[in-house]
């Protein structure tokens, strides 16, 4: 059974920093995997999709790496502000399409 | 494009009552739909699978009677819960999948807050 493990469960740092998440996956027969992102009592954005013959993706000021032999994700984010404050989840595909989602990493950056 | 939507976006019930939530998919065709719960402060947990057509396959301990799913059109899939309890209280969260779209990805909906009381 797919296990996906996000750390870490929570992060604070100031505004203007560089950080990385971290995500772990047990099988590494996936299809993709995803980041995305959650504001308190909304739906979810996907900021970032990997495919499986992939190493990164990047769009902005996010950078997503994949390591599938290690079952390994990471999400770098460049120069972090306020509004970047938000939990990010990872979640990893494999077959019958099912999302099998990390519980989240809760990113508060402080002005 | 890849909009997904829900309605209500929140529902207030009385315990023993049923609700309906919809789930559309706006500027494409969805084949396959997908529901997810999610409590407070955890991650989404997978319900069930819909596609187009045909019945809906469940997760292991998601009860099929309770929570309804239909996905009768390309563009619409709706989940009843039924004889609704305080503990069915939750973040119901929908997502959809078109065909034109092999790297698998799913939208998302905004989610809709169920309140039992």
């Known amino acids: 059974k797919q296990e996906v493990t996000q750390i870490p469960a929570a992060l604070s740092v100031p505004e203007g920093e560089n950080l990385v998440l971290n995500c772990s996956f047990t099988?590494?027969?996936?299809?993709?995997l995803q980041w995305f992102r959650q504001d308190p009592g909304k739906g979810l954005t996907s900021l970032l999709l990997i495919q499986s013959s992939q190493r990164e993706q990047t769009s902005g000021r996010l950078n997503a790496s994949l390591d599938k032999s290690s079952g390994r994700s990471t999400l770098y984010i460049a120069a972090s502000q306020p509004g970047d404050s938000a939990t990010y989840l990872c979640a990893v595909i494999q077959g019958a399409q099912k999302l099998v989602f990390g519980q989240g990493t809760r990113l508060t950056i402080n002005p | 494009g890849a909009v997904v939507s829900q309605h209500p976006s929140r529902v207030i019930c009385k315990s023993g009552t049923s609700v309906k939530i919809e789930c559309r998919s706006l500027d494409f065709q969805a084949t396959t739909m997908f529901w997810y719960r999610q409590f407070p402060k955890q991650s989404l947990m997978l319900m069930a699978t819909?596609?187009?057509?045909?019945?809906?396959?469940?997760e292991q301990g998601v009860e099929k009677d309770k929570f309804l799913i239909n996905h009768a059109s390309l563009t619409l899939s709706t989940l009843t819960v039924t004889s609704a309890h305080p503990e069915d209280s939750s973040f119901y969260i929908c997502?959809?999948?078109?065909?034109?779209?092999?790297?698998?990805?799913?939208?998302f909906g905004p989610g809709t807050r169920l309140t039992v009381t």
């Open positions: 997502s959809a999948r078109g065909d034109r779209d092999l790297a698998y990805e799913q939208y």
């Open positions: 099988d590494s027969a996936i299809y993709n």
């Open positions: 819909s596609n187009e057509g045909s019945k809906a396959t469940y």
